[in-house]
Structures are given as C-alpha cells and as structure tokens.
C-alpha cells in the first residue's frame, strides 16, 4: 500500500468558511500533496491559493486526518492518505475555482451550513474542531 502525505486548510473570512464544489457536485475542503522541498503548511497555503485563488494566512493546526481509496489509474492499488490540516485566516475574499482540477465552484459558506454540506465524515470533524477554535478564539 501506497502511503500519500497532503495538506490542507480550512480557510474562514468573518462568518464563513471556504469551500470547493467537485464536478460531481460534492463538496470538499481544499487539500493536496506535499511537495519534497515544502512543509505541510507551505503546501496547505499553497494549495488553497491554486485550487480556489485565495491567498491565506495560518491561525493554528487542527489536527490530522487518514483515508484510504482505490486508485482507479493504477490497478485500483489502494492509497492510504495522510492530511494536515490548519485553519486559515482569508487575506482576499473572491476565491475562484481551479476548473483543471475538476473544481466547478468555490464560495464561502456560513458557518452554521458547512458542516452539513461537506461530503465527508472526516472533513466533517476537522471542521467541527476549525470552528470550535474559531469560537475559542473569538471569544477570548
């Protein structure tokens, strides 16, 4: 089994959290590989800006996540991937979808619907635990 390292970021502008809509409409939280000469936060932030054009600033981490998938390109061999993730402050506010990527919509998304409307359990945590240091910070 082939192991994969990303990272990524779960990126917050006021009351809202940035989000990516997948050709077959689901909705993702932006992630993607560690290159060799980067850290994970150079990749989380360097991901964000090429997958929804927003530029970002890290607030803390928040945790990791781990999955594993069939790679339907290379004899269905399963990948087990490994992300960082941090939460991000938004430093510009009109994301853009990556369309190479197979991204059809980035938009932020009020707080009180993103969790709901991301497609899967472990993105669902992370973002539960993003805002519940969000709400940590604020109030302090």
Same mark, same amino acid.
């Given at each position: 089994?082939? %192991? ?6 779960? &990126?917050?502008? $006021? *009351?809202? +959290?940035?989000? @990516?809509? /997948? ?46 998938? %069939? ?6 061999? &399963?990948?087990? $991937? *490994?992300? +960082?993730?941090? @939460?991000? /402050? ?40 993003a805002l519940e240091i969000i709400q940590a910070i604020?109030?302090?």
């Amino acid at each position: 089994m082939k %192991k994969v390292f990303s990272a990524g970021g779960v &990126v917050f502008l $006021k *009351n809202s +959290v940035l989000m @990516l809509q /997948k050709i077959n409409g689901d909705w993702v939280l932006p992630k993607g590989k560690i290159e060799d000469h980067e850290t994970s936060e150079d990749t989380a932030m360097r991901e964000v800006r090429e997958e929804a054009g927003i530029k970002t600033k890290i607030i803390s981490p928040i945790g990791e996540t781990s999955y594993k998938f %069939k790679n339907y390109w290379s004899n269905n061999h &399963v990948i087990e $991937k *490994n992300v +960082v993730w941090y @939460l991000m /402050k938004a430093l510009s506010s009109s994301p853009h979808p990556q369309r190479e990527e197979g991204f059809i919509d980035s938009k932020f998304i009020h707080v009180n619907n993103v969790v709901q409307l991301a497609k899967y359990d472990d993105e669902r945590d992370i973002l539960m635990k993003a805002l519940e240091i969000i709400q940590a910070i604020e109030g302090a």
